[in-house]
């Protein structure tokens, strides 16, 4: 009966993928039949189809790598868990409509093909969930980390000045590749003034105040004074409401004016010149 089935499918592959992908366009959440373009959804859908088709004929071998090469490709395409299930649940009811409409079941086979369907589709939808699943961590592992190593660089300016501009929410984990890449800058670029540029922090709690205020400790603790700069109204509000103590910081509302001081720190300026 199974071969049934993947002589089916196979023999009629075309006109149950163009049902299959109506089925699939008349969900109002499909970002990828909306955003892709024609050729893109073809290919992907032939592809979904055979990745069925394979599950029943191939080798195991064949079909793991066929899984793994289509679970990189939906995640690229930004599918998510849920619509990955519904296409799987989908294509199952596409068959047993096309295959009732052809009149290849009937009262005598109908139970044991559902069965055979049934033990057919449930380890595939756990193999392509699972399979998505790992590479869906492993994309996201890997922007976690080059997001974190792109928003916490300290950044030499000037001889002795030197800036590290935080962008996003601020959690202990990354407070504390702050804190490492913050002390290694230091004294890597034998900064005397750090300037902590907040500007692109959405929200400062006091969670979040506390690990700037050990990051500024720190510093303090290798020779050199750290500064907070890019505290927007909004900031100094919510710093003021929660009672936070920063008296011992030196804080400004833009980098430029923060630039100002740490050159006056180190006993320079900036100064225009008249060119004659």
Request: aromatic share 6%; net charge negative.
């Amino acid at each position: 009966m199974d071969k049934q089935i993947a002589s089916y499918i196979q023999a009629n592959i075309d006109k149950i993928l163009e049902r299959w992908k109506v089925r699939m366009e008349d969900d109002q959440d499909d970002r990828f039949f909306q955003i892709m373009s024609d050729q893109v959804i073809d290919t992907t859908v032939r592809e979904f189809g055979e990745l069925m088709v394979s599950s029943l004929t191939a080798s195991e071998e064949t079909y793991d790598e066929k899984l793994k090469d289509f679970s990189v490709q939906i995640v690229r395409y930004g599918w998510s868990v849920t619509f990955v299930l519904r296409a799987l649940t989908n294509f199952t009811e596409v068959i047993y409509e096309e295959m009732e409409e052809a009149g290849s079941l009937n009262e005598s086979n109908y139970k044991s093909f559902r069965e055979i369907l049934t033990n057919w589709i449930t380890p595939l939808n756990h193999s392509v969930v699972d399979a998505y699943s790992k590479v869906w961590e492993k994309t996201v592992s890997l922007q976690k980390i080059a997001l974190q190593e792109l928003s916490a660089s300290l950044i030499p300016i000037f001889d002795k000045i030197s800036v590290m501009p935080l962008v996003g929410t601020i959690d202990t984990e990354r407070a504390k590749l702050i804190m490492e890449n913050l002390l290694q800058g230091v004294v890597k670029h034998r900064a005397e003034v750090v300037l902590l540029d907040i500007t692109g922090v959405p929200v400062v709690d006091t969670m979040v105040a506390h690990h700037i205020i050990q990051a500024a400790d720190a510093v303090r603790l290798v020779g050199a004074k750290c500064m907070l700069v890019g505290i927007r109204p909004e900031i100094a509000q919510t710093i003021v409401t929660l009672g936070i103590n920063l008296t011992d910081f030196t804080t400004t509302s833009t980098l430029q004016r923060g630039m100002e001081q740490a050159l006056a720190l180190t006993n320079r300026a900036i100064v225009e010149v008249n060119v004659k």
